[in-house]
């Protein structure tokens, strides 16, 4: 049985659903730019064929801005609205579940979602994930820098494509973590920061 909402937890989903109406103007802007870009490139494009033209030079149209163009920009504004729209309904269902329930799985930016190997199952697994797994679930949203270790890299794809993983490689993921996230706080940072972007409660620091 689910808990009752708390100020916290009401104050969390009034804040989610901020970050996606910001998300979503800033996705509608960025494409209304694209669009704009694109009309000026037809114009453009048509008034150096009228020239070309008049001119009895031979024009290639494989070159033009096409309406199709439009059509693949405003399609992938959809999809990412679409996306934005999954993540918050996902992350309220989440803040309301009790710790045994299962979770609804967030997908990253690129609309993919984790293996299960990666994922947890409910917020009482999350509480007991241990600094390594939140890393691995964090680098796979993006929550962290990029690795500039190659093998680090190889070693992620491992974990979330589900292959084995062998020990030498969880110790140089670990090695890598102590880096980036030296003191306890950080990694305690990188929870909470995890946390919310799955839509659970944060841990008390």
């Known amino acids: 049985m689910s808990s009752e909402p708390t100020l916290k937890s009401l104050q969390q989903q009034i804040d989610q ?5 910001e998300k979503q103007n800033k996705i509608i802007l960025s494409t209304g730019e694209k669009l704009m870009q694109i009309q000026l ?3 453009k494009d048509k008034h150096n ?3 070309s033209n008049s001119n009895g030079v031979e024009t290639n149209d494989s070159e033009f801005v096409k309406n199709e163009d439009i059509v693949q920009l405003v399609g992938e504004l959809q999809g990412q609205l679409l996306t934005l729209d999954y993540k918050s309904f996902s992350r309220v269902a ?3 579940r009790s710790t045994e329930q299962t979770l ?3 997908p990253n930016h690129d609309g993919e979602f ?5 994922y947890p199952s409910n917020k009482k697994e999350f509480y007991e994930y241990d600094d ?3 890393y691995i679930l964090a680098k796979f949203y993006e929550l962290i820098p990029e690795s500039k270790n190659i093998d680090a890299d190889d070693v992620f794809i491992k974990y979330f494509t589900d292959l084995t993983v062998e020990d030498s490689e969880k110790i140089l993921l ?3 973590m102590k880096l980036l996230l030296p003191e306890k706080a950080d990694r305690d940072e990188l929870f909470n920061k995890l946390a919310v972007y799955l839509g659970v409660e944060e841990k008390i620091i």
């Open 17 to 21: 659903l901020t970050n996606l109406v």
């Open 41 to 43: 490139q037809q114009q």
């Open 49 to 51: 064929s009228l020239e």
């Open 94 to 96: 989440n803040s309301k």
């Open 104 to 106: 609804e799985i967030i």
């Open 114 to 118: 984790p293996s299960e190997n990666i």
């Open 132 to 134: 390594l797994k939140i």
């Open 174 to 176: 670990k090695s890598e």
